[in-house]
């Protein structure tokens, strides 16, 4: 654990300057806008230990991993968002000296990232060239306008003499990726030119042995300034402006730089990239750096007002809450449904930048409390759209129907390791379950009657091919897969599984019941099949133990040497870093709920002695080492009345990159595990429910809060819901009046 | 399958010229010395599709495997033999016409491996250089002198005029491995020169990043011809000589090459090896090419004294077993215990070139039978020389005691799929059990009692640490392995791996009773490990049906959908090459013995309805997909009296790589099933046991045979056993009197 930054509701600032905390920093004053997005690297270069990353919305390559013993029905290469040509780029040198805070200490350092208008700022003085000059920069990546970064920077004269002041605003392709099987370069340079008004430089993925596509991406820059323009140039891998002039004690310039990015996700020839560069600059350009800065913080504010929680009583639950959904925000508000939110979205390289299942289980469910219907349609649109791949990933397995991948840019499985490729095919019930979610929430039948409809068949056909029927047993049986608990790989009769197959199937069939002829006859579900489901739905196997009275998580767990975490010497935890894999896989520690996983998505189906049950069994070999686990255990706890426990379980996912918890947020941000504290307050503390068509509400207050408050879209209307020692107020912002529950009490909203 | 070799008893020769089967021939007509061998490749070049491959025992390079998601205890590379420099090449020219089968199509060709006496011939003639021109080349890797290839051409001018013939013979370091994950070559240079009459080049492999050794080799070849030496010369990855001359009609023109290959596995510095390189080549220099391989040749006559197998009535058969008998020669016969048995030996680079518990479960009981017992006893020796490394390994995964890799050249793991790596760890028990058989069959107790006690102590070690007890079963566990039934990995309590746990226990005990104080000293085990020990053996848990009265291969395997393979259409065989890995995994099918192989191993443990009930019920899963798998299921079948089954069997590995059985010779041999051949007709057929101190045979003769007739090395004798329809005879060849058993009569030989 390190705090690197100050607590202050809505803002993540710190005036203390350590390179230690580079990569830390960088990380957590991530900008971006669901388009792109960087990591808050310096513009003007940093020859120290830091990690440069500009990163592009579903703009990848497949990076090489065909190594050892490859066997059908491996995926041939694992996807990677890669680093984009960097256009933040502004050398600046004071007196011929290039400013580097790697060399130059920097005095009355200040670091803000505003999460209340989505802007950066940084702030310091350095003695440079002979003299002491202070700058601001600021950054914003537009959350109104997909393609455009606005930065300004304020340089001000702090000595007593002149100063001779250059600037070089510059678009560098001189790119490498940290992570990757390359040691080359991605990024050929097709064209670039440079003059006073602008650069412009267009780049492609280089080809790859993959059938993959190959990205263009232009990018154009203008830069206003009261210094002088003075040059332009290209190199082989940059295009670049020059700007100087003499600043004299005391006065302040400034400069403006914007760019826009297009790419041929959007456009498809090199010329319709351009002539979209030209248009989008041109417009721009007859705008002021407020007038471009303003509609972004207006979209800020109007997300706020969906979405924001308040916390009284703890200022670093209330800094954490805000942080974490606006990360999110900025990986994804819904805009592009062929876009979706990487598990660290613009922040860093890991995980690739791709598309995993924490989509569906964790960031549908709040998306669907905090924002528009259309942001978790959109996410099931993205699903839609890449059934055929799903296609070809259950071809790949000799199996039909659709096997959604666990890692993918394009709908093709692009992880690289068999356990969890075809083994983690929870994965699949888990985007049937968002289907079923969406459509709860919403109200809104729409999708799941047509393309709903066609991804539940598609996911109910793999199903029902994937089961095989143990004659032995009587009982239909998944056998070879793995669970969210990654610490148990390749079992037999996982219970969440097994679980999410017997429900997928059963609910795949009434909505069958319910689609107009239409598309029953596109989906052509034969009643033999519909038999078939229907005989998989009754007579599936769930593992059940009963000395203990509890759900085994699958097959052989029971067997194991079933001592608890609390007997393990604290330093070996976490065992992920202090275990070999060998230990790890036969011991019966938990990565992440697997049972409790199945508790949560099925909260009702279970009475309270089941959850207690399985909950109490399971905590204690729950280590917890994924950032997805700890939340979903809080909303258990709170539901079987453990409310302390549900408490201290939240605070391990409430401030999770804020205090580096897992001590790699230098890597970059946990996008989707940051959902988990919204789920705790809201799911947890305050008992949120929707059952049949009504919310439900059921909350307690944590005994450190003085209060809390946060706001529900259902169903067309904002609810504010208030909790605090004298009770819970809930009141309709906007929408139609509706009841609701309230702790088993019928409440009337108008 | 497909057989491109004539068949004849001492033969492997074919007139049949077709460019297609040119990587098939090459594996077939592979030459090697346990010290370094080649592939069948032309030595004048040849542009048409074929793979080049010269390799040194024992000289490897770490291949990077390290992508995606590593995880402690995994394996940092994948040890590989690499192809090293070409000292072969002879390039020859003819009225400047470069000699090239892929452009010049021969006409009387003959292509003759002789394995009576280890000599390569190949003949033909071609239109070139506007004459016809006859070649035979000839070449031997020596048997006798660890360093030394010879090669010769004949040319002879078939043609009405003069011909001008160029010959360059050739050092080439300008080489690429086919299976690699570097882009670049291995081998830098260090050193080259030439002159009139040698040659000379030291290149070194090229360093790593994983801190295992670099290797250097010198090499130096010197050439003696009719032909006039024309000049020398060395470029940036070569070194030469040049030799011309005038050939008139009818003119045969001979040149005889001698390479002497010297490594830094026997010489530590690069002034050493080039002085052992010019006291070899001095040393050979003085010797006619007759004299250097008349040696050879008598080597080998040795080698069939001892080893060849006569079988009439089936010449296919005949060649079979002794090409399995030749190549595996080649590939080890006991000279250096720092070398060993890779899967394809010299003849390829799959398998890397390193050592697998083939070795111990295969090639051991064969050298056993058929050679001194110091072949089989360096094999031990390799173990126990590479202890550390299995140390290593075992600390990798956090445990105690020795874990042998599964793959490795230095003891080191270097195989990269956890499944296998640490968790195929009935490896350990193989070794274990190589020992007693050594011990068994030589009478010899030094090892056992010595080295030996120290390898069983240190596996036992291990096992005692990586059993679990069960609390639920009252027993003792393997979880998270994987059998040598590989179609099925991750399991609980494989009953093979799970039996060799128990029994090499049990068998350390009893070593450890033995040993003498010395040894008890150094080993140390206390009353408390050898009580925990004893525990074990006392309570592991074997799996058992009581429904089907057999041993389950593993925990989940009876709740698989147990369909039979004759239920598999036949176009889906093999399925390593129809199926995903998924499906595979979750089948009910054998890739190679589990069970099985454990019934071999304890052969005389279980009752005949035992064997034959297990027999009965995994036969009909067990598709076969390893070489290794057929011939044990063959000596199984002999056993229980399924003589025709025991035939049936044999005769999928008997010719497995001379009739290209599973369609992919063209990569290489496979060496270790070579053995199965041999263990089949003796073990199987003739029904060889060692019980007690005494030997036992209970012949009988295939149905297609006239006669078989093997030696078989015995405690100091060799004896000469005949099967034929009047019955079984046994004569004592060599050593002092001794009784055996006959089909249960007592037999004295004298």
């Known amino acids: 654990m390190k705090r690197t930054f100050d607590i202050a509701p809505w803002h993540v600032a710190t005036k203390e300057w350590d390179p230690q905390d580079k990569r830390l920093q960088e990380s957590m004053t991530s900008l971006a806008n669901e388009n792109l997005g960087m990591r808050g690297f310096f513009e003007e270069g940093y020859t120290g230990d830091h990690m440069q990353g500009v990163y592009l919305g579903g703009v990848w390559f497949p990076d090489k991993t065909r190594v050892g013993w490859w066997k059908n029905g491996y995926p041939k290469y694992f996807g990677k968002m890669i680093n984009a ?92 990726n940290e992570d990757a099987n390359y040691d080359e370069q991605f990024w050929n340079v097709l064209s670039k030119h440079a003059n006073g008004e602008y650069a412009e430089l267009t780049s492609e993925t280089k080809p790859n042995d993959f059938g993959t596509p190959q990205f263009t991406v232009g990018m154009q820059t203008t830069t206003k300034t009261d210094l002088d323009h003075v040059g332009d140039g290209t190199d082989a891998k940059d295009a670049y402006n020059n700007f100087a002039g003499t600043v004299v004690a005391g006065q302040t310039v400034t400069l403006e730089k914007r760019t826009v990015v297009v790419t041929s996700r959007d456009f498809d020839s090199q010329a319709a990239i351009e002539k979209r560069l030209n248009d989008l600059t041109d417009q721009f350009d007859a705008q002021s750096f407020a007038e471009l800065l303003d509609p972004h913080v207006q979209e800020w504010a109007d997300r706020w007002t969906k979405s924001d929680v308040e916390i009284n009583g703890d200022e670093g639950a209330q800094q954490g809450i805000r942080f974490n959904l606006f ?73 039909k129907g659709a096997l959604f991948p666990m ?43 047509n393309e709903g409809a066609e991804v539940l068949t598609e996911i109910s056909r793999f199903w029902a091919d994937r089961v095989h029927y143990s004659q032995r047993q009587n009982k239909y049986m998944l056998h070879c897969v793995t669970g969210p608990d990654e610490y148990d790989n390749n079992v037999n009769n996982d219970w969440y599984t097994n679980l999410l197959c017997q429900w997928t199937l059963k609910y795949t069939l009434e909505v069958l019941a319910e689609v107009d002829d239409q598309v029953a006859k596109k989906l052509d579900v034969t009643e033999d099949e519909k038999r078939h489901w229907k005989g998989i739905v009754d007579n599936m196997y769930l593992p059940y133990d009963k000395q203990k009275d509890i759900f085994p998580e699958n097959d052989g767990f029971l067997d194991k ?65 994924s950032s ?101 107020k809930i009141e309709l912002v906007s929408g139609d009046p509706i009841t609701i529950d309230l702790a088993g009490k019928q409440l009337e909203l108008k």
């Open 561 to 625: 040497d079933l001592k608890p975490v609390s007997e393990i010497p604290s330093d070996q935890l976490p065992l992920n870093q202090n275990w070999s894999w060998d230990k790890i896989l036969r011991s019966p520690y938990v990565k992440q709920g697997d049972v409790i996983q199945g508790l949560w998505d099925f909260i009702d189906d279970f009475t309270k002695d089941e959850k207690k049950r399985n909950f109490d069994f399971y905590e204690q070999f729950t280590v917890h080492e």
């Open 327 to 399: 990360q999110l925000f900025s990986t994804y508000y819904g805009n592009d449904y062929r876009l979706n939110i990487s598990p660290k979205g613009f922040t860093g390289e890991k995980y690739g930048g791709a598309t995993y299942w924490d989509t569906e289980a964790y960031c549908i469910p709040v998306y669907l409390g905090v924002a528009n219907p259309e942001v978790a349609r959109n996410l099931l649109m993205y699903r839609y759209k890449q059934l055929d791949g799903a296609f070809v990933n259950a071809q790949e397995q000799g199996l």
């Open 407 to 449: 890692v993918t840019f394009n709908g093709i499985e692009c992880h690289n390791e068999w356990e969890i490729t075809f083994e983690e095919i929870h994965r699949n019930g888990d985007i049937a379950f968002a289907i079923y979610l969406y459509t709860k929430y919403t109200g809104d039948k729409s999708y799941v009657l």
């Open 85 to 176: 040509v960097n256009f933040m780029k502004l050398i600046i040198k004071v007196n011929d000296e290039q400013l580097d805070l790697a060399k130059q200490a920097p005095k009355n350092f200040k670091l803000d990232l505003d999460m209340k208008r989505g802007v950066l700022t940084r702030e310091f003085t350095v003695a440079i060239g002979g003299t002491d000059m202070s700058f601001q920069f600021e950054r914003f990546v537009s959350a109104v306008q997909k393609e455009l970064v606005g930065q300004r920077v304020q340089i001000k004269n702090q000595g007593q003499n002149d100063a001779k002041v250059e600037v070089t605003s510059m678009i560098d392709a001189d790119v490498y």
């Open 628 to 728: 997805l686990s700890a939340s979903v255990y809080s909303i258990i706890a709170a539901d079987i009345g453990y409310e302390d426990k549900a408490v201290e379980l939240y605070e391990r996912s409430a401030r999770l990159d804020l205090d580096n918890y897992n001590n790699d947020t230098s890597d970059g941000l946990h996008i989707t595990s940051m959902t988990g504290s919204w789920l705790d307050i809201v799911q947890g503390f305050a008992g949120m429910r929707v059952r049949g068509d009504q919310l439900h509400f059921a909350p307690f207050l944590p005994k450190k809060w003085d209060s809390y408050q946060f706001r529900q879209t259902f169903r067309g209307r904002i609810l504010k819901i208030r909790v605090d020692p004298d009770g819970t």
